[in-house]
């Protein structure tokens, strides 16, 4: 679940992104995975969905290859996109499921950004 106020907008990295609606200063948590809200599903239950279903899903979430779980952010952090000079840092040994954090001070309405080979092992 997100832990900062963002909005949504349209991104010039792709398509919809989060901007930050205050200002986010380093080291300040910005997600933690919320049993209950956000999804951890086995990969194979998506599997049995419909093809239009599974798209969106993998779209919008990951396979996240150390938990070998499909992993979807219930709020507007699935609208995170991708840099290699992210603004999030993600902390895969803080938690299950990793901690989001800002590696930076992060300006009122910048958009945050994560590097996803961190949580998929691969670049987008």
């Known amino acids: 679940m997100l832990l900062v106020p963002v909005r949504i907008d349209r991104s010039p990295i792709h398509g919809l992104g989060i901007f930050a609606v205050a200002r986010i200063a380093q080291g300040t948590q910005v997600w933690q995975f919320t049993p209950g809200f956000d999804l951890d599903i086995d990969p194979k239950d998506l599997e049995q969905q419909p093809e239009k279903f599974q798209e969106k899903m993998l779209h919008y979430g990951y396979v996240d290859p150390r938990l070998g779980r ?7 952090y ?3 996109n991708h840099s290699a000079t992210p603004n999030i840092r993600i902390d895969t040994t803080a ?18 950004t994560a590097d996803y080979e961190i949580v998929e092992g691969s670049r987008p």
Do not use: K, M, P, Q
């Open 95 to 112: 938690d299950r499921y990793s901690v989001d954090f800002a590696a930076r001070d992060i300006a009122i309405g910048e958009e945050l």
């Open 70 to 76: 499909f992993i979807l952010c219930c709020d507007d």
């Open 78 to 80: 699935r609208f995170l």
